[in-house]
């Protein structure tokens, strides 16, 4: 049965299509203004990828902030479910997930089937976002991708930028790159304090072993190499960290429809027993 | 006492200098500090200042520099704290009120104060929200200055809510509203309203009722002073005597005036 997670967020929309619970493809493009259209495109690239047509797909899981905005999505179901679930699915041991997000961050302790049992947030404030990595990239002038990687080959020199606000931090780091600091430093420094401010997070719900990053932001290797330093643990990273909520719903897709077959099952049976 | 006394605010964006000559402003400069040396800056501005007052530099007796760059202007003969200068400034201007509200750039101070000296010290300083950064970067879509989103704004006539506290958010918010063909009157007051939400914390926390004063470059924002009145319900009272922005230089220049060294 093939089924989908589509996942719509707050700077990038993300679709899974995959077929008994093994992944056929995927897609994901930036989120426009219209989240109902981000959504439609998303699916319909992610189609013509599996070349597949809509009324191919089973179920459809719509999960996200944009969530209530799909109108073919089946049901909806919390980016935080869908996230704690793919990241377990691709890795038994997860129990604890710090999603990084485009506008948020989201710290999940989850059972051992996937189940969420305690949740933290932070949706106040851009520090520790991806918002505010892609400021830091327009900042010092590199590309999205190659801030993470260059972050790693500073100094280790602790330079004062402001851990409370993306947009304070930001003002640093344009002072220090007049006063001629290194780049590689001053990134440092700069993910050190979000670093410091997503362990605050991950304290409000206790880290058990093993810890999944997902998002978008887990994609930035300065911050995940920060993370297992300073918490002293290997974390597990999804081969796309900023999948697992479409992955998620997908499965969860799955899942519902296995009910769904299962009721109409014992409705049968019911029935049958009925006028047996 | 010195006769002819000049105060100077270091701060984060702007450097203002006052003269002072027998307790009457002579002179001012405002002058923003760029990407250059603030001691640099800071000269240059105190020069101007004198220059416009119209006497020569060696009349002037004191320097008294305060504001968050006060420790770079070398030339100073003293270094006063901001709250202080600030109190100074607002006690002079005699307004009926005892609690004065600074907008800055990258900070909102609101100061509980009686006789001339500071009671109660609330400070935001940690968030960009409720400082003139926030209307920076979460106007920045609409391509205004700050003076034509004020105009622009208290032209509103329908009320948007906008849920971000941080500046960041707010202008993804702000785009949102761009593309749902919300006017930009609008949109603009909901900025205000958002950054006025901000400061109506901090004045709750200290207690203001009635009337309250306010300075730093906000006060001169007129769709600013409306939404703080709109959301507090509070009277905002800005000096006529003296630019709402120059009010903590010319306190510093005061306390110069009383007392120009150590």
């Known amino acids: 049965m093939i089924t989908a997670g589509i996942d719509v967020g707050s700077l990038s929309t993300k679709a899974v299509i995959m077929k008994n619970g093994e992944v056929l493809t995927s897609s994901i493009i930036l989120t426009t203004p219209d989240s109902e259209e981000s959504a439609k495109m998303v699916m319909s690239q992610a189609l013509n990828q599996a070349t597949l047509k809509l009324e191919d797909i089973r179920y459809i899981v719509g999960t996200g902030y944009g969530r209530v905005n799909i109108p073919f999505a089946n049901s909806t179901v919390t980016e935080i479910s869908c996230h704690a679930r793919g990241a377990q699915a691709q890795n038994k041991n997860v129990r604890t997930i710090l999603d990084m997000g485009g506008q948020d961050c989201k710290a999940i302790r989850c059972d051992s089937r996937g189940r ?26 590199y590309p999205l991708d190659q801030i993470g990687p260059l972050s790693l080959q500073g100094t280790g020199k602790e330079l004062q930028i402001s851990p409370t606000c993306a947009v304070f931090a930001e003002m640093d780091i344009l002072k220090l790159m007049r006063m001629k600091e290194e780049i590689a430093d001053i990134l440092g420094s700069a993910f050190e304090s979000l670093v410091r401010r997503l362990q605050g997070l991950l304290g409000r719900v206790g880290v058990e072993s093993t810890l999944c990053i997902s998002g978008g932001v887990g994609k930035n290797v300065g911050i995940v ?3 297992e330093r300073n918490l002293k643990m290997e974390v597990f990273l999804p081969s796309d960290p900023q999948l697992v909520g479409a992955y998620g719903g997908a499965l969860i897709g799955l899942e519902k429809l296995d009910n769904q077959v299962e009721a109409r099952l014992e409705e049968r049976r019911t029935l049958n027993a009925g006028t047996a | 006492m010195c006769t002819v006394s000049v105060g100077i605010d270091a701060g984060s964006q702007c450097l203002k200098a006052v003269v002072l000559c027998g307790g009457v402003i002579i002179g ?16 240059v501005c105190v020069t101007t200042a004198i220059e ?23 030339f100073a003969n003293k270094t006063v704290s901001e709250v202080l200068c600030t109190v100074s400034g607002v006690d002079w201007m005699s307004l009926p009120t005892d609690i004065v509200l600074d907008m800055g750039s990258d900070k ?84 205000f309203d958002s950054m006025a939400s901000r400061v109506h914390a901090l004045l ?31 009277h905002v009272l800005i000096t006529q005597a003296a630019d709402p922005q120059m009010v903590t230089a010319l306190g510093a220049s005061l306390i110069g005036r009383e007392q120009p060294t150590g």
């Open chain 1, 225 to 227: 190499k920060r993370l």
């Open chain 2, 52 to 74: 416009k007052a119209g006497i020569s530099k060696d009349a002037v007796e004191c320097v008294t520099a305060t504001g968050v760059g006060r420790e770079f202007i070398g």
């Open chain 2, 204 to 234: 709750l926390k200290i207690g203001a009722e009635g009337n309250i004063a306010m300075i730093g470059g906000l006060a001169k924002n007129r769709g600013m002073v409306k939404a703080i009145e709109d959301v507090t319900g509070l």
């Open chain 2, 108 to 191: 909102t101070t609101a100061i509980k104060y009686s006789h001339g000296k500071p009671t109660k010290v609330l400070r935001n300083d940690r968030c960009a929200s409720g400082t003139g950064r926030f209307l920076d970067v979460a106007a920045k879509p609409l391509a205004l200055t700050a003076d034509e989103l004020g105009e622009l704004s208290i032209k509103s006539t329908k009320q948007l809510i906008m849920n971000s506290t941080c500046a960041v958010f707010a202008e993804s918010e702000v785009i949102s509203l761009i593309h749902k063909k919300e006017k930009p009157e609008d949109i603009a007051k909901s900025i």
């Open chain 2, 28 to 43: 001012e400069h405002m002058l923003p500090i760029g990407t250059n040396a603030i001691e640099q800056m800071g000269f």
């Open chain 1, 116 to 141: 969420v049992v305690n949740f933290a947030m932070n949706d106040k404030c851009a520090a520790g976002t991806g918002r505010f990595l892609e400021r830091v990239a327009a900042a010092v002038g």
